[in-house]
Each structure stands twice: as C-alpha cells, then as structure tokens.
C-alpha cells in the first residue's frame, strides 16, 4: 500500500505537508498553556510559581511515558480514525480545563493531557516524512517539529495574547479549543480510511511497567520542584517522594528486566552516542533554563509589562530559527558533529559571559536583545544535531528507546534547572542583600544623602513614621532588586565556564560523525 492512499484523492499534493505542519502545533501548545502568563495562571489557581512549574512536569512526565506506547496505538487504528478520537479527547479535555479553577483537578487534567496531547501530535510526524521526496525527508520533518517546540512557547502567549489582556482564563483555554477543532477538521477533510501502520493489537501493552516508570518520574519530580519550599529531607513528603522515586524505578528496571516485550531496552546504553548524547542535553538544559532568569530579572527588577516582554523574546525565536536552518545544512552535508558541538555551546559561552554585563539597574532594547538572539542561535544549532547524535549509534529496532531516553533526559533537566537556579537565586540574594545592608550605615555619605532625600519628599506629604516606613520599604526594595543583578552575574558566570569547558571537552573527544544515513 502508497503511504498516499490514505488521503482522499481530491486533496493536491502542495497541500498535504502545509496542512500537518500547522496540525503539529496545537499539541506542542499544550506544554506551555500554563506558562503562557505565569503571574495570569497563578491568580487564577490561587498557586505560585512552584505549583505552576510542577503542572508543566506532570505533562511533560506523562508525556515521555507515553512515548514508550505510541506506537502501539497508531498502529491499531486508521489515520482518520485516530486523528479524529483523539482530537475530539483533546477538546474535551481542554472545555473540562476550562470550566475549572481547582488546583486537584487540573493535576489531572494535564495527567490526561500528557497522554492525549503527545497521541494526538505524534502521528503526523511520520506523515510528513512519508510526503517529504527526498533522502533528507527525516532531518526536515524532525527540523519542522523542533522549531515549532522551541519557539512555541512565545508564540503561543502571542497567539491568546488578546485573551490574557481582555478576557477571563475561561476564554484563554477555549482559544486553545479552536487549533484542536482545526486539527478535527483536517482529519474529516483530507484522510480517508484506510491505514498506514499494519494493525497491532492494544492487548499487549505493558501498563504496569507504564505506570512504574511514570511514578518514578512525578515523585521524582515532585521532589526536585517543591525541595526548596519544603527544606528538602527535613520534610517527611519529600522523603516519601523520593523513596517512591528509588522503589518504582527499581520496580521499573527489574521488571523490563524480565519481559519479553519490554517497553524499554536497556540495551541502547551500550551505545556511547546514547551516553555522550545524554551528558550533552543535560549541560545544554542546564544552560538554557537560565534564559529563565533573564526574563524573570526583565519583570521584577526592570518592571516591564509582560506583553512588552513577549516583544522582546521574538529577538530569541529568530535566532533560534536561524540556528535550526544552519543545524539543517550541517546535518544534510555531514558535518562532523564534533565541529556542530564545539561551536554550539562556544556561542552559549560568549552568549553567558555577554549577559552578565547586562544585568544592571536600568538596561536597553540594545543591550539585552543581541545575547537574546545569540542564545537563541547557539540553542537551534544544537537541539536537532544532538537528538539525531543521540540516535545515531543506536540499532534500528532500539531508536524508539533511545528517543525516549533524550526526551525523558530533557524532562529532568527542565526539573532540575528549575530547582537549581531557584535556589541559587534564594542563596545568592540572601548573601548580597546582607553584603549591600551592611554597608548602609549613618557613616555612609551616599546612603545618608539618599536616604535624607527619599525621607525628606515622604515627610512633606506623610506622617513620620509613615515615612519611615516607606523610605525603609523603598531601600529594601532597591537592595533585593541589585542583590538579584548581582545573583544573576554570579550565575550566569558559572555558566559560562561550564559551556566553555563543555565545547573544549568535546573539540578533544573522539570524533564522531552523524551518521544521519543510520536513521534515514
């Protein structure tokens, strides 16, 4: 059977690959529809940054598990069929999304979206290969997906931008609703029914060993995120969570162990790409979530509007498309990934030591964009190259595994990241406010004329102690607001370093070329 056989006959060619293109987008939405507005999503639940963090994890845990399954379930029915129930899910659960604020049923809500969200996506990822006439159809198909969940995010606020700003949550998600009801349409209007995987049975899947690995995953998860508000082993929950972590990972193991049709094969570590590939996402991740930070300092420190920031990060989407577009030369004309690497994370070590003379009081468009552009750049260079390095060495039957691997490594550094620079920020701020208190003391000439003439303007319209009060509040304000630049110099320092030594490592190590014609 034609790959094309399952579109209806009336639907031209130029058409098919635009259409699954933008189908890919709206599942790829899902992961950051709660981070579309932060500060908006948290006063919605009543939740801070943390509880928002952790229902990005919960998707995205659920997400790599099911990754173990897909194909399984797009095998078992046809391409219409499928789109269609699992787009209808979508939407379902995205009106069920909507009608609710509760914190405990939106954990399951994104549960649920993590196993529908990636279900509905995935299958037109093969489609698009198939419909691709060149021997390069995997490296541009891949190049498509990567740019979308790069640059997603943004451009995803930009899209319900108008309903954070003039409407309610409600309306936000049902936004949402309408790129799914998109996705519905496409599935009645171009497919036909027949198929284009050889049907598999669902019997056979492997749920126990499914629901293992993604226990191992959140209680992982939940330990990493909520550590620092919880004082980490002080606290009986996050002693529980990671012993849940240890015994259903160890669950885990021993059960694949064991299988005949394991969903894991532990065999793709005999690979050093798998190994090498997986050291190199987490420093990559690593780096990238103090991009975070960046944008955190621009709200906080220099008070811009969020919209006004959403402006700003379309500095790094062009960057970042330009990297992709290089990334897709080098891996078409073979070459050497140790060459791709080395000049990747070098553009992240100029692009960390660039940003630690940008963190100051007041700071311009001119001054912060170009290390925005740079990174964005340094991160579309290397996002593909490193995920087809990673599968490269592996065996035909394991590159699923090893797929799933580089996502699941992307899920605890995302964890991990967050978790890191959190506290480095809480310890960091904390030695610098009381580094920049000690030093305002009576005998300090510029802490005393400043403070006289903060006070002196507050106690013509104040009385004293008011004044006081508010002269105290407008000092600790500006200590905090220098003691996170200063955080964010230290930081972004130590980045520097380990991007720096991160490419030099990898200019000594053994060259390895991307063998691209090993995953074609």
Same mark, same amino acid.
């Given at each position: 059977?034609?790959?094309?056989?399952?579109?209806?006959?009336?639907?031209?060619?130029?058409?098919?690959?635009?259409?699954?293109?933008?189908?890919?987008?709206?599942?790829?939405?899902?992961?950051?529809?709660?981070?579309?507005?932060?500060?908006?999503?948290?006063?919605?639940?009543?939740?801070?940054?943390?509880?928002?963090?952790?229902?990005?994890?919960?998707?995205?845990? @659920?997400?790599?598990?099911?990754?173990?399954?897909? !194909?399984?379930?797009?095998?078992?029915?046809?391409?219409?069929?499928?789109?269609?129930?699992? &787009?209808?899910?979508?939407?379902?659960?995205?009106?069920?999304?909507?009608?609710?604020?509760?914190?405990?049923?939106?954990?399951?809500?994104?549960?649920?979206?993590?196993?529908?969200?990636?279900?509905?996506?995935?299958?037109?990822?093969?489609?698009?290969?198939?419909?691709?006439?060149?021997?390069? $159809?995997?490296?541009?198909?891949?190049?498509?997906?990567?740019?979308?969940?790069? =640059?997603?995010?943004?451009?995803?606020?930009?899209?319900?931008?108008? &309903?954070?700003?003039?409407?309610?949550?409600?309306?936000?998600?049902?936004?949402?609703?309408?790129?799914?009801?998109?996705?519905?349409? /496409?599935?009645?209007?171009?497919?036909?029914?027949?198929?284009?995987?050889?049907?598999?049975?669902? +019997?056979?899947?492997?749920?126990?060993?499914?629901?293992?690995?993604?226990?191992?995953? !959140?209680?992982?998860? +939940?330990?990493?995120?909520?550590?620092?508000?919880?004082?980490?082993?002080?606290?009986?929950?996050?002693?529980?969570?990671?012993?849940?972590?240890?015994?259903?990972?160890?669950?885990?193991?021993?059960?694949?162990?064991? &299988?005949?049709?394991?969903?894991?094969?532990?065999? /793709?570590?005999?690979?050093?790409?798998?190994?090498? #590939?997986?050291?190199?996402?987490?420093?990559?991740?690593?780096?990238?979530?103090?991009?975070?930070?960046?944008?955190?300092?621009?709200?906080?420190?220099?008070?811009?509007?969020?919209?006004?920031?959403?402006?700003?990060?379309?500095?790094?989407?062009?960057?970042?498309?330009?990297?992709?577009?290089?990334?897709?030369?080098?891996?078409?004309?073979?070459?050497?990934?140790?060459?791709?690497?080395?000049?990747?994370?070098?553009?992240?070590?100029?692009?960390?030591?660039?940003?630690?003379?940008?963190?100051?009081?007041?700071? @311009?468009? &001119?001054?912060?964009?170009?290390?925005?552009?740079?990174?964005?750049? $340094?991160?579309?260079?290397?996002?593909?190259?490193? /995920?087809?390095?990673?599968?490269?060495?592996?065996?035909?039957?394991?590159?699923?595994?090893?797929?799933?691997?580089? =996502?699941?490594?992307?899920?605890?550094?995302?964890?991990?990241?967050?978790?890191?620079?959190?506290?480095?920020?809480?310890?960091?701020?904390?030695?610098?406010?009381? =580094?920049?208190?000690?030093?305002? =003391?009576?005998?300090?000439?510029?802490?005393?004329?400043?403070?006289?003439?903060?006070? #002196?303007?507050?106690?013509? !319209?104040?009385?004293?102690?008011?004044?006081?009060?508010? @002269?105290?509040?407008?000092?600790?304000?500006?200590?905090?607001? !220098?003691?996170?630049?200063?955080?964010?110099?230290?930081?972004?320092?130590?980045?520097?370093?380990?991007?720096?030594?991160?490419?030099?490592? /990898?200019?000594?190590?053994?060259?390895?070329?991307?063998?691209?014609?090993?995953?074609?």
């Amino acid at each position: 059977m034609q790959h094309n056989t399952i579109y209806h006959r009336w639907v031209p060619q130029w058409l098919k690959i635009p259409l699954l293109v933008l189908a890919l987008f709206p599942h790829l939405m899902l992961l950051s529809i709660l981070h579309s507005n932060s500060a908006f999503t948290s006063s919605f639940m009543d939740v801070d940054s943390d509880d928002i963090q952790y229902l990005m994890i919960l998707m995205y845990g @659920t997400f790599v598990v099911t990754l173990l399954v897909i !194909q399984r379930f797009m095998a078992y029915f046809s391409v219409k069929y499928y789109v269609l129930l699992m &787009s209808s899910i979508s939407v379902i659960i995205l009106y069920l999304l909507s009608v609710t604020n509760n914190y405990y049923a939106i954990l399951v809500i994104r549960f649920l979206e993590g196993i529908f969200g990636v279900l509905e996506g995935a299958i037109f990822l093969p489609l698009i290969i198939a419909e691709l006439k060149t021997r390069h $159809a995997k490296i541009i198909a891949y190049l498509f997906m990567y740019s979308i969940m790069l =640059t997603g995010g943004t451009i995803t606020t930009s899209l319900l931008k108008s &309903s954070i700003e003039d409407y309610d949550f409600q309306h936000m998600i049902l936004m949402m609703v309408y790129f799914h009801v998109f996705i519905l349409v /496409v599935g009645i209007a171009i497919f036909n029914r027949n198929r284009f995987f050889p049907k598999k049975p669902l +019997y056979q899947l492997d749920i126990t060993s499914w629901f293992l690995l993604w226990t191992c995953l !959140q209680s992982g998860g +939940y330990a990493i995120i909520y550590g620092k508000r919880l004082m980490w082993f002080e606290s009986d929950i996050i002693i529980v969570s990671f012993f849940i972590f240890l015994i259903s990972g160890g669950l885990f193991m021993l059960k694949q162990r064991n &299988s005949k049709r394991p969903l894991f094969h532990f065999e /793709v570590f005999s690979s050093k790409n798998v190994i090498v #590939g997986i050291l190199l996402f987490f420093i990559f991740y690593l780096i990238r979530s103090g991009l975070n930070n960046v944008y955190a300092i621009m709200a906080t420190v220099w008070k811009w509007p969020w919209d006004y920031i959403v402006d700003i990060q379309y500095w790094n989407v062009a960057g970042t498309l330009i990297g992709v577009f290089l990334s897709g030369i080098c891996l078409t004309k073979g070459v050497s990934s140790r060459i791709v690497f080395f000049t990747g994370f070098i553009l992240l070590a100029v692009d960390c030591a660039w940003f630690t003379y940008t963190f100051y009081p007041d700071t @311009t468009l &001119s001054t912060i964009c170009p290390p925005l552009f740079l990174q964005g750049i $340094a991160q579309g260079l290397l996002f593909t190259p490193l /995920v087809f390095f990673l599968i490269s060495g592996t065996p035909e039957d394991y590159v699923a595994n090893a797929t799933a691997l580089g =996502t699941t490594t992307r899920f605890w550094t995302t964890a991990i990241g967050y978790a890191l620079m959190q506290n480095l920020m809480l310890f960091l701020t904390l030695k610098h406010s009381d =580094t920049l208190s000690s030093e305002f =003391t009576d005998t300090n000439p510029i802490f005393s004329s400043q403070w006289n003439q903060l006070f #002196g303007s507050n106690s013509t !319209q104040l009385p004293i102690n008011e004044s006081l009060s508010l @002269t105290a509040g407008a000092f600790k304000a500006k200590i905090n607001a !220098q003691a996170m630049l200063l955080s964010n110099m230290e930081i972004f320092t130590g980045l520097f370093w380990l991007a720096l030594i991160t490419a030099f490592v /990898v200019l000594l190590y053994h060259p390895i070329r991307i063998a691209v014609r090993n995953i074609m």
